[in-house]
């Protein structure tokens, strides 16, 4: 893979068509603007971006309804940033 937007564009093809946010405890879609339960689904894989040029060090999770199994999707997680003193 070269990088985030083609591990993307496969995942896309494989499915992976919704996009997630975490709002509280729940994850949001954007496509149907439904809220879900986090328990309510699992982690396919797991990508690790160090070395991307805008955000390194971000994660990104490709996740299956655990009941609904045409509900994949990404979900991405970007470091805090934080001040050194």
Partial sequence: ???ATELIENL???GYNFN???SGS???????KCCYPIRDFHIDEVFRFVH?????GYFLFALQHNTY???KGIFTVY???????
């Fill in 52 to 56: 991307e040029s805008r955000i390194p």
């Fill in 26 to 32: 729940q994850l949001v879609c954007y496509q149907n």
């Fill in 12 to 14: 896309h093809t494989l």
């Fill in 79 to 85: 470091p805090i940033a934080t001040r050194e003193n």
């Fill in 69 to 71: 199994t045409s509900l």
């Fill in 1 to 3: 893979m070269n990088g």
């Fill in 20 to 22: 997630f946010e975490m």
